[in-house]
């Protein structure tokens, strides 16, 4: 593929060779925000269009907040790897994906730049209204793959990106005291807890055991909802947070 039209008016185009077709010709309901976690953009970039990476995405947007389209719409991009979400393991070819350039974890996690932001609302809400994406799909890395990713991190603004109508979000209870489970607990409330994430959509065993699955799961869920305290305990504020995400889903 040497080069192809723009799925976003404000993109530019520079073709990665990695992708593939959409799986029995699957339709992307779901859109995935990752981080770049190298140290340079131009470096991450690179990477994403060589083609020994075997690593792509759609979009790239930079810390100035322009955009590059790297990978068709209607192509299968590779960007999220292993990963599930409520049940669906083949997330690439439900998906379309975003690198946002930042360092991430790596590099000391700097805030994104405001503008890098802006342009980031601007292309998911161009992408949600044009594939009809429902709020609570549109998700991190770290959902679809906890354990094995951690990006976009928890200093991402889910909060700015949900009041401008991108994402599902409620807003956090405080961090506080109060009844909590952690790795190594067992019964039916964490059988009970492990239901609400799965229900979520998160890939988790509801078993009972409070395992390392489990605390990854939380850990992820915390990044993205909870962000003031990351440490896989799943304490009332978290519990709460996902009870009420869960009241304000459609249909609930």
């Given at each position: ?7 976003y ?8 060779p ?16 990752h981080?770049?976690g ?5 470096g991450?970039?690179d990477w994403?269009?060589?083609?020994e990476?075997?690593v ?5 947007v ?17 960007h999220?790897?292993?990963?599930c979400?409520?049940?669906e393991?083949d997330?690439n ?9 930042n ?13 890098q932001?802006?342009?980031?609302i601007?292309?998911?809400c ?7 994406i429902m709020p ?8 679809v793959?906890p ?8 200093r ?11 994402g599902?979000w409620?807003?956090p209870?405080?961090v506080?005291?109060g ?5 190594g ?5 964490v ?9 979520y959509g ?7 055991e409070?395992?390392?699955?489990t ?11 909870r ?13 709460e947070t996902l009870h009420?995400?869960?009241?304000s889903l459609?249909?609930?």
């Amino acid at each position: 593929m040497s080069g192809f039209l723009p799925d976003y008016h404000a993109a530019d185009v520079m073709a990665s060779p990695n992708f593939g077709d959409r799986r029995d010709g699957c339709a992307p309901d779901m859109l995935i925000l990752h981080y770049t976690g190298m140290p340079s953009a131009e470096g991450a970039l690179d990477w994403l269009l060589r083609p020994e990476s075997e690593v792509s995405s759609h979009y790239f947007v930079f810390e100035d907040g322009r955009i590059i389209q790297l990978v068709p719409e209607n192509a299968r991009a590779w960007h999220a790897g292993r990963s599930c979400w409520k049940g669906e393991t083949d997330v690439n070819s439900a998906s379309i994906g975003i690198e946002i350039v930042n360092p991430g974890h790596p590099g000391g996690l700097p805030d994104f730049p405001e503008v890098q932001i802006a342009a980031v609302i601007g292309l998911c809400c161009d992408v949600i209204g044009r594939h009809a994406i429902m709020p609570e799909r549109v998700l991190g890395h770290s959902d679809v793959a906890p354990v094995r990713k951690i990006d976009p991190g928890e200093r991402f603004p889910w909060a700015t990106l949900a009041s401008a109508g991108v994402g599902h979000w409620v807003e956090p209870s405080p961090v506080g005291g109060g009844r909590y489970f952690q790795l190594g607990d067992a019964g039916p409330p964490v059988e009970a807890l492990q239901a609400m994430l799965a229900l979520y959509g998160y890939d988790v065993p509801v078993s009972g055991e409070y395992c390392v699955r489990t605390q990854g799961v939380i850990e992820a869920f915390q990044r993205h909802f909870r962000q003031d305290r990351v440490d896989g305990i799943a304490d009332a504020s978290t519990i709460e947070t996902l009870h009420r995400l869960l009241k304000s889903l459609p249909g609930t």
